[in-house]
């Protein structure tokens, strides 16, 4: 359900908060729905019953990206979507210079009290007075100190800021994803009016990389223990090519494209190596198998391939104990001779799906287990076999 301005105040009310809390635990599957709207109703209006149940799923569902406020937070499905992973929204706070910025399109304010959090003066602006509503209880319950207005960006941005932060909507009415940042809303393009001397995008991970190259700046590939989050336009930085970050228990680590590596093609070796995503998207590969002494399978596939583990955080290494030209009845006799009953398949570059082929290869009982990699090597399709996990 959409919040209005009255559930916001419901929910932010006493009444509500205890509400809130003493359901907090409650089962809010959709098996329960009547259920809980049943029991909900018999001290609550039809509307605020809705209300609260909308609240508890998303709290419930906000839980990876607000591990430790959620149950106090308030949200909507398109914020909690769009909202980013906390230590990405810690690390864009911590490279910021500027003490004072403005948050344009702040939605609930998750990016606005991350700044405030880091010491600036922060105001979040938004069209929408439901999100600011919400981003104005949000930043109370967690005790944070940052401002909120009902403004439309496309009027400009607010004189005695440095700093200027953007998250436009890249989904359409209906809910679709937008690809073309000139259809974002506001677009893409509404950022050449900010005097800011600081200017931060959030972007899809999607983004085409010719439509931001315009732009100037530096663009980002942020992945978050090797799952890619996010794409961040840094436009007040010096032009230049993309940058992959991955952020992990270890650490922050990043690679650019400071020099032109060159990479050989071969064979599969003793090792196969799954670059991180970040990698692929900042068409880094390159770079990351010159650093690690390793070679292509393939001019066109993301697999590298190397005799040696050497250590990295960009990515993860598998076993190769064998490898062969794809042959369907060749494999399935050589699993069966091997006594393998399971098999995990990956692919890349290969046309069959990885359930056609487990269906097809029919496997029997079998103690044995493989990880099967479909890929190809110098444009022919091959099999690799792996040792599992």
């Not at 909308?54 to 949200?75: E, Y």
């Not at 336009?233 to 993309?242: G, I, N, T, V, Y």
């Not at 992990?248 to 690679?255: E, T």
């Not at 570059?349 to 269906?359: N, Y």
Request: glycine residues 6%; proline residues 5%; contains cysteine.
């Amino acid at each position: 359900m959409t919040l209005s301005l009255a559930d916001i105040a419901y929910l932010s009310s006493h009444r509500g908060r205890h509400v809130l809390e003493s359901h907090a635990h409650s089962d809010v599957s959709a098996a329960n729905t009547l259920a809980m709207l049943t029991q909900l109703r018999k001290a609550l209006s039809p509307q605020q019953a809705a209300a609260v149940l909308s609240t508890l799923r998303l709290r419930k569902k906000a839980k990876l990206k607000f591990p430790h406020q959620a149950q106090r937070m308030l949200f909507t499905e398109e914020s909690l979507q769009q909202a980013s992973h906390p230590r990405i929204r810690q690390y864009r706070a911590d490279l910021l210079g500027s003490d004072e910025l403005v948050d344009m399109c702040c939605g609930i304010g998750s990016d606005s009290m991350a700044y405030a959090e880091s010491g600036r003066r922060v105001l979040g602006l938004d069209k929408d007075p439901v999100r600011i509503a919400i981003a104005r209880h949000n930043a109370a319950a967690l005790g944070v100190s940052a401002e909120f207005a009902v403004a439309d960006v496309r009027a400009g941005m607010p004189s005695g800021y440095d700093a200027a932060f953007y998250d436009p909507s890249r989904r359409d009415a209906r809910g679709r994803r937008i690809r073309d940042v000139e259809r974002y809303v506001p677009p893409l393009s509404l950022i050449r009016r900010w005097p800011a001397k600081e200017l931060v995008v959030k972007l899809s991970p999607a983004i085409a990389l010719a439509q931001v190259q315009r732009y100037g700046g530096q663009l980002e590939f942020i992945s978050v223990d090797g799952g890619l989050s996010e794409a961040v336009l840094w436009r007040h930085r010096q032009s230049a090519p993309p940058l992959a970050t991955r952020l992990d228990a270890a650490g922050i680590h990043h690679l650019s494209a400071d020099y032109d590596a060159h990479v050989d093609i071969s064979e599969p070796r003793a090792w196969l190596f799954e670059p991180d995503p970040a990698i692929l998207r900042a068409r880094l590969l390159r770079q990351l198998a010159a650093t690690l002494a390793a070679s292509l399978l393939d001019g066109r596939i993301a697999y590298l391939t190397l005799d040696e583990i050497v250590d990295s955080p960009w990515g993860r290494y598998w076993q190769i104990l064998d490898w062969m030209p794809f042959n369907l009845k060749k494999l399935r006799r050589y699993l069966a001779d091997r006594g393998v009953g399971q098999v995990t398949v990956k692919k890349r570059g290969f046309p069959m799906l990885p359930e056609e082929l487990i269906a097809r290869l029919r496997l029997k009982q079998g103690e044995e287990s493989r990880v099967l990699v479909l890929t190809r090597c110098r444009a022919r399709p091959i099999v690799i076999v792996c040792a599992p996990k």
